[in-house]
């Protein structure tokens, strides 16, 4: 057996796993902190038999991200009410026998969201019916909005819309809608990786009094954060929700405070400058 006896070790696991930023981040919020500890970026594709030789191999917490927040709800020893509520967990934490979970996303985008809009009572749109759209669901859910769900899969999307008591419209008829929304959060993994991705709405869909965020933050600009700008929307960057999710992980595997300290602006700036670095 494997074990670190220096310093602890973190990774985020996905696929594809190239784009993410949470290394560099959370790299800076452990030296930021003074904490010893290494944090790796993990590309998965036995997600069970991995999880496995990562706890073996000794690893403290891990970070999941696309397309595994689902599966890592389901196979985890342990979640708390939170993520069985979203059905994904963003965050692993190692214990004895193997793995507990929670979700860390719907505080990220709720944090990230309330920054530049008021959340309650506002009529709020989500993309997609994954792990990322349930938590930024459940986070405007319980936030106060008023929340409506659309995706290609039309099966899928109103399973999740049933589920959290909210209103359906199918991708294709959203164009179509006479709905008017305050805020539109992009969870699909459209664009990712990708700025010349098509849009995953058409451009006449956006008004100008609408906030908007893509979830996607490599690049920094997807076809749909650029098509929301240019029509006069407030955008708030996906780097934002990173931020204060990944702040949210820290504070759980470590049970320190990260928030209102040094750390989150270290974090801050270490995910603009590599960002910058990647445009």
């Not at 790299?27 to 038999?49: G, H, M, N, Q, R």
């Not at 026998?97 to 920054?115: H, P, Y």
């Not at 290609?152 to 999740?160: A, D, H, S, T």
């Not at 929307?233 to 470590?254: I, R």
Request: glycine content about 6%.
């Amino acid at each position: 057996m494997i074990r670190p006896e220096q310093k602890k070790l973190f990774a985020v696991i996905g696929n594809p796993v190239r784009h993410s930023l949470s290394p560099v981040m959370m790299s800076a919020c452990f030296s930021a902190l003074k904490i010893p500890a290494l944090y790796a970026a993990f590309y998965v594709d036995e997600v069970d038999s991995d999880l496995r030789l990562l706890h073996k191999a000794g690893f403290s917490g891990l970070s999941v991200t696309l397309p595994y927040k689902e599966m890592a709800c389901r196979l985890a020893g342990e979640i708390d009410k939170t993520a069985e509520e979203i059905g994904a967990a963003n965050t692993l934490r190692r214990t004895g026998s193997g793995w507990e979970g929670i979700n860390t996303d719907w505080i990220g985008a709720l944090r990230a969201l309330s920054a530049a809009v008021d959340i309650a009572d506002a009529k709020a749109l989500v993309l997609g019916a994954g792990g990322a759209a349930r938590a930024v669901a459940y986070g405007l859910k319980r936030a106060g909005a008023v929340l409506t769900i659309s995706n290609r899969c039309v099966e899928r999307g109103k399973l999740f819309s049933e589920r959290l008591n909210a209103d359906f419209v199918p991708l294709d008829a959203l164009s179509k809608s006479s709905k008017d929304f305050d805020i539109v959060v992009q969870c699909t993994s459209v664009g990712l990786d990708n700025r010349e991705a098509s849009p995953i709405v058409l451009d006449f869909f956006f008004k100008p009094e609408m906030t908007v965020m893509d979830v996607i933050y490599s690049p920094r600009w997807t076809a749909f954060s650029r098509a929301a700008a240019e029509s006069g929307c407030k955008v708030v960057s996906g780097l934002e929700m990173l931020l204060y999710q990944g702040a949210a992980q820290v504070e759980w595997w470590l049970r320190l405070p990260v928030f209102d300290t040094p750390a989150i602006d270290a974090m801050r700036q270490a995910l603009e400058e590599s960002v910058d670095e990647k445009s």
